[in-house]
């Protein structure tokens, strides 16, 4: 069986990209080295770092999404929002539980969940 243990996002701004989800995480990054950025959140490893052939913003940014899940859905959202993130979409109600959407300096989309059951 395999264990999906970490998520790394190529960036043109590693610096620029690595303060933002700083901000959103909470924390000073676990790993700083050679501008490449990384932090534990839950069980997963979350890394930035440069790219080659990434350029400018995502043009994509629907076909991958981080989701960090919290039980204060809610409140993080009105908590990352006051960050500058771009909100893609409000908090919504799915499935007994919420989501909300947003969208990264590089276009990148990540949500906020609530933890599945």
Known sequence: M???NSIMIGTQDPQKLAAFYEKVVGKKADMEEGGWY???VGSCFL???EH???KGKNQNPERLILNFETKEVKEEFERIKKLGAKVVK?????GG???ATFEDPDGNYFQLMT???
């Open 2 to 4: 395999l264990n999906l």
């Open 38 to 40: 990384g932090w534990s």
């Open 47 to 49: 890394s930035i770092g």
């Open 52 to 54: 080659d052939k990434v």
């Open 90 to 94: 409000e908090p919504y109600e799915m």
């Open 97 to 99: 539980g919420w989501i």
């Open 115 to 117: 933890p599945w059951e």
